[in-house]
T-cell receptor, first 113, second 119 residues
Framework: EAQVTQNPRYLITVTGKKLTVTCSQNMNHEYMSWYRQDPGLGLRQIYYSMNVEVTDKGDVPEGYKVSRKEKRNFPLILESPSPNQTSLYFC????????????FGPGTRLTVT | KNQVEQSPQSLIILEGKNCTLQCNYTVSPFSNLRWYKQDTGRGPVSLTIMTFSENTKSNGRYTATLDADTKQSSLHITASQLSDSASYICVVSARVRGLIGGSQGNLIFGKGTKLSVKP
């Protein structure tokens, strides 16, 4: 089944404790992207990747890192999480950045205390 | 600054009625415009995507229009159903300068219109 998977789905952590949210797709997509969604602000793009080893900042990259060492995986790293990073995170992928169909993962709800 | 504004913020309609959602954008250089449907707590699902040269596109009961001159788009839903209750998000892709072919990657999202369809 074609899908985008994210792990973990829910995470409660403390300020400053490094964490990684994994994202994996099985559709051989070139384009992958991370978003955060907050009430009243909608979805905002954090980072995106056009292909392996090619990543770029979205609108809200501060406090996040990503890597794209292989095509299927695009982990989101929070080196030192802070409470303002409490949010709902979505990973998405598509064949290219211009593809009609962009597949979203199920979301990761992160709480930083 | 690249921005996408949607109106109304929320809308309540009766089942079977039509409705139109609006999207204005200031994204430049423009690459494409998408409409997504997002159910509460789930990831968005693509409804339509339009490039600069397209001014209308349909997907079942959903019809999107694009006026690239005025930088406006609308999403029209006909014969609404209870399952249409969701947030509808307008997303504009900005063309990334300097890349071969003018590749695009940066997506700017509107805050969405929350539609409630009542029986």
């Amino acid at each position: 089944e074609a899908q985008v998977t994210q792990n973990p789905r829910y995470l409660i952590t403390v300020t400053g404790k490094k964490l990684t949210v994994t994202c994996s797709q099985n559709m051989n997509h070139e384009y992958m992207s991370w978003y955060r969604q907050d009430p009243g602000l909608g979805l905002r793009q954090i980072y995106y990747s056009m292909n392996v080893e090619v990543t770029d900042k979205g609108d809200v990259p501060e406090g996040y890192k990503v890597s794209r060492k292989e095509k299927r995986n695009f982990p989101l790293i929070l080196e030192s999480p802070s409470p303002n990073q409490t949010s709902l995170y979505f990973c998405a992928s598509s064949f290219t950045a211009n593809s009609y169909e962009q597949y979203f993962g199920p979301g990761t709800r992160l709480t930083v205390t | 600054k690249n921005q996408v504004e949607q109106s109304p913020q929320s809308l309540i309609i009766l089942e079977g009625k039509n409705c139109t959602l609006q999207c204005n954008y200031t994204v430049s250089p423009f690459s494409n415009l998408r409409w997504y449907k997002q159910d509460t707590g789930r990831g968005p699902v693509s409804l339509t995507i339009m490039t600069f040269s397209e001014n209308t596109k349909s997907n079942g009961r959903y019809t999107a229009t694009l006026d690239a001159d005025t930088k406006q788009s609308s999403l029209h839903i006909t014969a609404s159903q209870l399952s249409d209750s969701a947030s509808y998000i307008c997303v504009v892709s900005a063309r990334v300068r300097g890349l071969i072919g003018g590749s695009q990657g940066n997506l700017i999202f509107g805050k969405g219109t929350k539609l409630s369809v009542k029986p």
